[in-house]
């Protein structure tokens, strides 16, 4: 059965301090990973997609990374309007093109 | 100019009434969904049109119903509801079943006294 862990559940940090966000997978043959944000009231937004091991994607502050088992989001230098719960989903060759979602990270960034 | 728009954004009501959410897209895109998202924040896939088609009907009590009336609406109505209804139901769209980047709708939060 198809699975997305995130970890950890919450991440509180210093506006400045770098840190990872983790999800781990597991799928039968991966079609593509994503990343989103999602912050309090909202839909979530997409941040990236990433296909196969080894592919990066950057985009201002933040870097996922692909491995065959998961995937980290960095986060460099963070600032306080980069607080919000970050999603990851899976989908896989046989999931019928739905995604398999993960509970997120809720990141919390003090000023 | 809201991209994919849901009314109400809030709803409350009582256990046994009949309910509807319902969603809009701009996009011009084919394929919209419904997402429940429960108090652990996860999201489960609840229902997906293409072209107006349905194409996945997720394990749903029959108490809901999805209905799309053109390609650039997808509503949902929901009979008897029941206190385990209570959750956050997102709609969104892309431009086909192959993931191509959903967009969402900012939620429908709805509470079942």
């Known amino acids: 059965e198809d699975q997305v862990t995130q970890s950890p559940e919450a991440l509180r940090l210093q506006e400045g301090e770098s840190s990872s966000l983790n999800c781990s997978y597991t799928v039968s043959g991966l079609r593509g990973l994503f990343w989103y944000r999602q912050d309090p009231g909202k839909g979530p937004e997409f941040l990236f997609t990433l296909y196969s091991a080894g592919e990066e994607k950057e985009k201002e502050r933040l870097k996922a990374t692909l491995t065959k088992k998961e995937s980290f989001l960095h986060i460099t230098a963070p600032k306080p309007e980069d607080s919000a719960t970050y999603l990851c989903a899976v989908q896989g060759q046989d999931s019928n093109y739905q995604l398999i979602w993960g509970a997120g990270t809720k990141l919390i960034i003090k000023p | 100019d809201t991209a994919v728009s849901q009314t109400p954004k809030y709803l409350v009501t009582q256990m046994g009434n009949d309910k509807s959410i319902k969603c809009e897209q701009n996009l011009g895109h084919d394929t919209m969904y419904w997402y429940k998202q429960d108090s652990k924040k996860f999201l489960k896939i609840m229902f997906s049109?293409?072209?107006?088609?349905?194409?996945i009907n997720e394990t749903v009590p029959n108490r809901f119903s999805p209905k799309s009336p053109d390609k650039a609406h997808l509503n949902l109505h929901i009979n008897s509801l029941e206190l385990g209804d209570s959750a956050v139901y997102f709609c969104?769209?892309?431009?086909?079943?192959?993931?191509?980047?959903?967009?969402f709708g900012s939620g429908t939060r709805l509470t079942v006294v």
């Open positions: 969104a769209s892309s431009p086909g079943q192959v993931y191509r980047g959903y967009t």
């Open positions: 049109y293409n072209n107006k088609e349905l194409i």
